[in-house]
């Protein structure tokens, strides 16, 4: 009995201490060439951003076609369901939506010969300057793809797979992902003390999933490889939400691409198909603060991804968020739930 008096008291101190809160829920999606790849693409988009109702939304391949301003479009349908969200054009690949006003936004990382960019964005919840960054990073020397005995330039099949760590690597750094992640580094230093959060399609996997225990999984081929943007972001103190709640890469994968998508020809949906390509290229970062508490992390999309030109069901531990209707992309997104104490 007196263990269960002492957690109460303890519950009511953490009470008085942070105040009751507020939720702030982040939504990272590739949206597939504004999910114009996929029939009712746009639709799609819309209905997942007003079912899951997140309070901010980073969106990657943006791409205004035909001069139609892609951030605008979204903030009609939205409003017309009514959801009131706010968000600013941008020649960038990017896009950022939010419940909150946009105090400032202009690109971190231009796009530079469809190498990747960086949108940044400020805004003010709970009485604290938010800095957001949206990030859509080179696609090309994919390099996850050399153990799997494919080119990461040109997705053709190798001779064989390469699968020394420092030749993965090497091939990695021959990309502009590093240069761009460096750049947010410097500019998250000028904003010290503020609320950080970055999220995005990396287009990389994480050294946190390609590790010790994975090496002999997923055609890893008994590689460990340091990835240049999770160890850069690590090492400068940043934290993988997904891995911050589920820090098993054997029994929570947490794959986002390539994701099933029932209603496009598989042969749309993989790059090497004869191989397991799959991978957690998609995330959401934040800096710690005392006052920022990490509540939950949810995978938005079909529980099922492409294995060996293939579509297979997940049988990891992973718990899925299914699409409410038609799913508009070939990733699947992520849904990072904070708290945000005064």
């Known amino acids: ?43 799609g988009i819309i209905d997942e951003v ?85 990030a859509h990073l080179d696609y090309t020397h994919y390099a996850c793809y050399l153990s799997r005995g494919y080119s990461g330039t040109t997705w053709k099949k190798l001779e064989k797979p390469i699968t020394d760590p420092f030749e993965i690597e090497k091939a990695n750094k021959e990309s502009l992902r590093d240069e761009a992640i460096e750049g947010v580094i410097e500019d998250v230093k000028k904003e010290k003390g503020n609320i950080i959060f970055l999220g995005g399609d990396f287009n990389e996997p994480s050294h946190l999933d390609w590790d010790e225990n994975t090496k002999d999984l997923f055609d890893h081929q008994g590689a460990v490889v340091r990835w240049d943007c999770s160890v850069l972001l690590t090492e400068y103190g940043f934290k993988d939400s997904f891995r911050e ?31 397991d390509e799959r991978d957690r290229i998609d995330y959401i970062y934040f800096i710690p603060d005392k006052k920022l508490k990490l509540k939950a992390v949810s995978i938005i999309g079909p529980s099922s991804s492409i294995v060996r030109g293939e579509r297979m069901e997940e049988d990891a531990e992973d718990k899925f968020i299914l699409p409410v209707s038609t799913w508009p992309t070939d990733h699947k997104a992520l849904l990072s739930t904070f708290i945000l104490y005064k």
């Open 245 to 275: 709640i589920y820090p098993d890469a054997v029994t929570h994968p947490g794959f986002t691409f390539p994701a099933d998508n029932k209603h496009v020809d598989i042969k749309k949906l993989s790059w090497a198909p004869e191989a």
């Open 50 to 134: 007003y079912r899951l109702d997140p309070d901010i939304v980073l969106f990657s391949e943006v791409r205004n076609y035909n001069g139609k301003q892609f951030i605008p479009r979204v903030l009609d349908a939205l409003k017309k369901r009514g959801k009131q969200y706010y968000g600013e054009s941008s020649t960038l690949d990017v896009g950022i939506l939010s419940k909150y006003e946009i105090q400032e936004q202009h690109p971190n990382y231009p796009l530079k010969n469809d190498a990747g960019s960086i949108l940044k964005a400020t805004l003010q919840i709970g009485g604290r300057k938010v800095v957001i960054y949206s």
């Open 1 to 43: 009995m007196k263990k269960y008096q002492f957690l109460i008291a303890f519950l009511f101190c953490v009470s008085l201490l942070y105040g009751k809160g507020t939720q702030i829920k982040v939504l990272q999606m590739n949206i597939w060439q504004e999910g114009t790849m996929v029939k009712g693409g746009f639709d």
